[in-house]
């Protein structure tokens, strides 16, 4: 596709419930970013992966989660034991080398509410 | 820890009328700066993209210009119409000694213009 794809749109989960987020970036794009965006608030960084690995996890907010992008282009963020604190939305971003623009495409998001 | 401040968080202005939006940061040492905009309930559009050595862009009515010495960008939206209704976010990418160019985003601008 054109541009950042990601699914489910939304998820409801119950709490303790397991879930798994896809993500879809730009066809040839090395860097594929995670955010996680409260409500009224600006999004704030998860993860970073460079093709296959997984370079930054400095965001991730417990060993509850977890991500992965073992092809170097589909990821999937999978949250374990789902409190409500996890609702949010979770966003992908990719970029690519294009010389130094290093300009970030997010996907639409998944809007993840646990109950 | 670089930290991202967008005033005002909320602005009503009637349809037709030039408005200027603001976002400060603390740390100077960036690689460039990305205006987006969020619509509800959707993913983040990307603007605007202002490399570090540069010191503004320019997209149809829209125009962002980067201080960097004083930490400040601004997002002049001329002639505005009830279609650029939504939120708009700031956000900053590090210089960083990897490929990582994770942003710190603000908190938004919330904008509604009148018909």
């Known amino acids: 596709g054109a541009g950042v794809s990601q699914s489910p749109r939304y998820k409801v989960a119950k709490r303790g419930q397991d879930v798994a987020l896809r993500c879809d970036p730009i066809s040839g794009h090395v860097s594929l970013f995670w955010y996680q965006q409260a409500l009224g608030q600006g999004p704030e960084f998860l993860t970073y992966f460079q093709n296959e690995a997984q370079l930054d996890k400095s965001g991730l907010p417990s060993d509850r989660f977890f991500a992965e992008r073992p092809e170097g282009s589909v990821s999937t963020l999978k949250i374990q034991r789902t409190q409500q604190e996890d609702s949010a939305v979770y966003l992908c971003?990719?970029?690519?080398?294009?010389?130094?623009?290093?300009?970030?495409?997010f996907g639409q998001g998944t809007r993840l509410t646990v109950v | 820890k670089q930290e991202v401040t967008q005033i005002p968080a909320a602005l009503s202005v009637p349809e037709g009328e030039n408005l200027v939006l603001n976002c400060s940061f603390t740390?100077?040492?960036?690689?460039?700066l990305q205006w987006f905009r969020q619509d509800p309930g959707k993913g983040l559009t990307s603007l605007l993209l202002i490399q570090s050595s540069q010191r503004e862009q320019t997209s149809g009515r829209l125009n962002a210009s980067l201080d960097k010495s004083s930490g400040r960008s601004t997002l002049y939206i001329a002639a505005s119409q009830p279609g650029d209704s939504a939120t708009y976010l700031c956000?900053?990418?590090?210089?960083?000694?990897?490929?990582?160019?994770?942003?710190?985003f603000g908190s938004g601008t919330q904008l509604t213009v009148l018909p």
């Open positions: 971003a990719s970029s690519g080398y294009r010389g130094s623009d290093t300009e970030a495409f």
């Open positions: 956000a900053v990418g590090p210089i960083s000694s990897g490929s990582a160019r994770q942003l710190t």
């Open positions: 740390d100077s040492a960036i690689y460039n």
